[in-house]
């Protein structure tokens, strides 16, 4: 309903345009050419607006179309006839608020009435225009109209169609200025209950639904919000679950690491063994080798003496044949012995036999030759015996030779095998030689191990502190995850926390 105050603003607008009493007695007087015109101009103006498609869409039927002409035709009934009374102003508040609630602009409601005012103001001259009328039989022509009343009723019309326009944009602007601040209490409203509810999500309670007014006055914004609470709860959710799922998986690493440092620590010991016994065994090795070649020098100095002891039995064999063959010439020089023994034994017993036969002068000589068989005899007999040693160490030469010869022989297989001996102890002394460089190996190559073995035990101790820190802070990230509540698996929903306990 139009207020006091829009009433007394019209008093003021028609006393500016001069419209008073009498002026809007006179504009009455335009009320039946204007309604003869009305009917076509709004036929003509429904016509054009189904052919411009920017306001085509606001009618949907023709009978929407037929009771808004009607309409119309009431109204600019009121407007000629100049009584602007209080179901007028209903009517052109109505108008303006109407454009503003459905959308339409200013402009094409002005240029929709320039239309009919076009069509209106052409009937008003039409029917208004002076004509000259002629006069009977002797009778001057006389001249119909008066051009001082068509060119004020024209003035008149124009100021009253431009005040209804005026009067019904003015309540558009005054309804969209209402609706742009009813928007924006809305707006606050809606920003302040999101605000609230911004507050308890960040509280932690992300399973509150959105006010129904919320989603009244901002559909957009409350379906928005809901995405952003069933987004948040989705990723809480799935941190929490993560959260859990590392905070087990931090337990489980930090024990498993703690089992390997004692595992690492039982290695590093056994290492430490290991390298101190490498190192025994490598100086054992090297020890061994050393030997090995002071052994193969001695073999090496034991094979020339074989070599010349070897040699030294040659020679004796040598010489031991060289006394064979003087026991044969000694045998033989008592053989001549022998047989002069003989001899001189038959010359004594013939010197004997002729000693006899000369007598007394003959005594001496047969003495001598008595002393002489004495003596052969003797000599046979010694001849004899030195034959028999001669025998009996031509026996023990041959016997020596035999033993020559097998020490020979004993001595050059003692050669070969120490020969034999000396190359295996060679052997043996190059694979020492190797060994205790692979050994030394071994012990550095063990001793680095052992280094690295540390090394990464003390890279484990680091993990191990890193693995607590990382059970700590999942610990916290779950405790702060655990502090939001969230929807329950399943899209079960959880019990929303009172007014009271969110603050």
């Known amino acids: 309903m139009t207020s006091d105050h829009t009433v007394l603003d019209i008093d003021r607008r028609l ?47 023709d009978e929407q179309k037929a009771d808004a002409s009607s309409k119309q035709y009431e109204h600019w009934k009121k407007i000629v006839s100049g009584r602007f009374g209080a179901d007028y102003f209903r009517d052109v508040e109505r108008i303006g608020v109407t454009h503003a609630r459905i959308g339409l602009e200013p402009r094409w409601y002005i240029a929709g009435n320039s239309l009919l005012i076009e069509h209106i103001v052409e009937a008003v001259v039409r029917e208004n225009w002076p004509t000259v009328v002629k006069g009977g039989f002797g009778r001057k022509p006389k001249i119909t109209g008066n051009e001082e009343k068509l060119a004020k009723d024209l003035g008149l019309l124009i ?28 707006q606050e409203e809606a920003l302040e209950m999101l605000a609230m509810a911004l507050e308890r999500v960040a509280e932690g309670n992300l399973v509150q639904s959105v006010d129904d007014k919320l989603k009244e006055k901002s559909p957009r ?48 010991s056994g290492l430490d063994t290991i390298v101190h016994t490498i190192e025994e065994v490598t100086v054992s090795v090297k020890a061994v080798a050393g030997q090995t070649v002071h052994a193969d020098t001695a073999v090496k100095d034991c094979c020339k003496e074989a070599e ?19 026991s ?20 004594a017993l013939n010197a ?34 030195i034959k028999a040693l001669v025998s009996m160490s031509v026996r023990d030469v041959e016997e020596g030779v035999k033993l020559a010869g097998s020490a020979g022989s004993a001595i050059g297989n003692t050669r070969s095998s120490v020969e034999s001996v000396g ?3 060679g052997q043996i002394a190059e694979a020492s030689a190797t060994q205790a460089t692979r050994v030394d190996a071994i012990n550095r190559d063990t001793v680095r191990l052992a280094q690295d073995t540390k090394r990464s035990a003390s890279v484990l101790h680091n993990t191990i502190k890193i693995g607590q820190q990382l059970e700590v802070s999942s610990s916290q990230l779950l405790q702060l995850v655990t502090n939001f509540k969230v929807r329950k698996s399943g899209h079960e929903r959880m019990s929303a926390l009172s007014a009271a306990e969110w603050g």
Do not use: C, W
């Open 159 to 186: 100021k009253a169609t431009m005040l209804d326009m005026e009067l019904a944009v003015t309540s558009a602007l005054n309804e969209l200025e209402k609706q742009r601040k009813m928007a924006k209490q809305e």
């Open 221 to 268: 914004l409350g379906s928005a919000f809901e995405k952003l609470l069933n987004g948040l709860g989705g990723l809480i959710s799935s941190v929490r679950e993560t959260a859990e799922k590392v905070e087990a998986d931090g337990r489980a690493v930090g024990e498993a690491s703690r089992n390997v440092a004692q595992q690492m620590n039982v290695q590093v």
């Open 308 to 326: 010349r002891g070897q040699e030294i039995v040659s020679d004796a064999s040598a010489a031991i044949t060289k006394i064979s063959d003087s």
């Open 423 to 425: 190359g295996l102890i």
């Open 15 to 61: 006393q500016f345009l001069g419209l008073g009493k009498a002026e809007l007695d006179q504009m009455e007087g335009l009320v039946g050419a204007i309604s003869r015109a009305l009917p076509q101009a709004l036929n003509d103006f429904y016509l054009k607006i189904s052919e411009t498609p920017e306001v085509a869409h606001f009618f949907t039927s």
């Open 352 to 385: 004997g036999v002729e000693a006899a036969r000369a007598g007394d002068a003959g005594k001496g000589f047969g003495v001598v030759a008595q002393e002489v068989r004495a003596l052969a005899g003797r000599s046979a007999d010694a001849a004899k015996q």
């Open 328 to 347: 044969g010439q000694i045998s033989q020089i008592i053989g001549m012995i022998d047989e002069l023994a003989l001899q001189t034994n038959l010359l």
